[in-house]
């Protein structure tokens, strides 16, 4: 269990998940590497090795917890994604509330299916998330459950009665009623 599976709502299901995507071991692992065949050599060699040691390891540490606890999914009423585990930093956002998903990929990005993807809110928020896996199907994925959430929507208005409202004093009219029931004047 996790933070996004702890915190779904009453009816709300889990559509589609995603995770960092796995080159954000490369650069510290070959830092590792590089230890590992500099402490053979000459004295230079291991200085070298001790600062990719310094360097590589921690680096590789933090790459490893960034994987592990960072949490991207999207549900049939929500975007949520979670990054970090001491620092942590969360987006929740309804479907209704996103204006868009814009997803920035390099050409090793491409190659190996990985990118930013930048989640744009109402009210002009936008929070970029790094070295996304698969960042297009993620977008697809949110796109496909904000055309299922507005056609419920639109469904559930078209099959409600028009409102009528009181000509006086704006009051909503219960329906066959022939008087308002705030001023009591006649329903036009």
Known sequence: MGFID?????????IY?????????????????AVLSAFGGKPILK???????LVGMPWLIMAFISYKTSEFAVTNKRVLIKIGLIRRE???????????I????????????YGTIIVKGTGGTSNPFNTI????????????QVEVSLGQNQTAVVGTAPQAFCTQCGAGLQ???NFCSKCGKPAA
């Open 6 to 14: 702890d915190n779904l709502m009453s009816g709300e299901r889990i």
């Open 17 to 33: 998940r995603t995770r960092i995507h796995w080159s954000i071991f490369i650069m510290p692992a070959i830092l590792t590497v």
């Open 47 to 53: 200085i070298l090795g001790v600062f990719c040691v």
């Open 90 to 100: 969360s987006l929740e956002t309804l479907l209704q509330k996103v204006e868009g």
């Open 102 to 113: 814009h997803v920035e990929q390099g050409i090793i990005g491409r190659i190996f299916d």
């Open 133 to 144: 896996q698969a960042p297009f199907e993620f977008r697809k994925k949110v796109q496909e």
């Open 175 to 177: 329906a066959g009623g």
